[in-house]
């Protein structure tokens, strides 16, 4: 029996899920309580340094290359360009990145970290690696291992099964319309109708 424990904590989840549908409903109520977890821990530690969890989100993907578009960084990071267009503007006050034009193209704004934005990685990178270590805190190295290989299972699996379908995902405001319950009406856009598949195409 569990006492004073909220009913969203993995302890509960991971007791209420026997199997079946069950236990695929908490296992994924578990990913996302970890995810959390781990958020709010690296966000922790990042606030000590001022930089929010968004920022964090670029700078890694910038550490590695920068030179990239708002769009590219969008895609790399999986969010959409609006979000990318705030934390990027907010990010260049900072002194983090410099966006500027390449090879005559007005249209397109490349991003490259300032010297500023370089010397972070030094000091959030072992932020992060503490986060994992206190993750995985009296977890076997094998147990760790088995995780990670079921995860990546997950994701492929997952990847597949969207393949298959062949249905582009609904914008917001078609899920908008859906949780309205009004998703019959015939303003609201339809799950996967040519339409939307020909908007999706042209956002790629």
């Given at each position: 029996?569990?006492?004073?424990?909220?009913?969203?904590?993995?302890?509960?989840?991971?007791?209420?899920?026997?199997?079946?549908?069950?236990?695929?409903?908490?296992?994924?109520?578990?990913?996302?309580?970890?995810?959390?977890?781990?958020?709010?821990?690296?966000?922790?530690?990042?606030?000590?340094?001022?930089?929010?969890f968004g920022h964090w989100a670029f700078l890694r993907i910038l550490w590695e290359r920068d030179g990239?578009?708002?769009?590219?960084?969008?895609?790399?990071?999986?969010?959409?360009?609006?979000?990318?267009?705030?934390?990027?503007?907010?990010?260049?006050?900072?002194?983090?990145?410099?966006?500027?034009?390449?090879?005559?193209?007005?249209?397109?704004?490349?991003?490259?970290?300032?010297?500023?934005?370089?010397?972070?990685?030094?000091?959030?990178?072992?932020?992060?690696?503490?986060?994992?270590?206190?993750?995985?805190?009296?977890?076997?190295?094998?147990?760790?291992?088995?995780?990670?290989?079921?995860?990546?299972?997950?994701?492929?699996?997952?990847?597949?099964?969207?393949?298959?379908?062949?249905?582009?995902?609904?914008?917001?405001?078609?899920?908008?319309?859906?949780?309205?319950?009004?998703?019959?009406?015939?303003?609201?856009?339809?799950?996967?109708?040519?339409?939307?598949?020909?908007?999706?195409?042209?956002?790629?």
């Amino acid at each position: 029996m569990i006492s004073g424990k909220s009913t969203s904590s993995p302890v509960f989840l991971a007791g209420a899920c026997d199997s079946g549908a069950d236990f695929a409903w908490g296992l994924a109520h578990l990913i996302k309580d970890a995810r959390r977890a781990l958020v709010r821990s690296l966000q922790m530690r990042l606030a000590d340094h001022q930089v929010s969890f968004g920022h964090w989100a670029f700078l890694r993907i910038l550490w590695e290359r920068d030179g990239y578009t708002q769009r590219e960084l969008s895609e790399r990071a999986g969010v959409m360009e609006p979000t990318t267009y705030t934390a990027l503007k907010a990010m260049e006050r900072l002194g983090y990145i410099v966006r500027r034009h390449m090879n005559g193209d007005r249209k397109k704004l490349y991003v490259f970290l300032t010297p500023k934005g370089r010397l972070l990685k030094n000091k959030l990178v072992p932020l992060a690696e503490a986060v994992n270590s206190a993750a995985i805190r009296g977890v076997s190295a094998t147990d760790v291992d088995t995780a990670r290989q079921v995860l990546l299972a997950i994701i492929a699996n997952l990847a597949q099964d969207e393949e298959a379908h062949d249905k582009p995902m609904p914008s917001t405001r078609a899920l908008a319309h859906l949780r309205r319950g009004d998703g019959c009406n015939a303003s609201a856009p339809k799950l996967g109708s040519p339409s939307q598949r020909k908007v999706a195409r042209k956002s790629r």
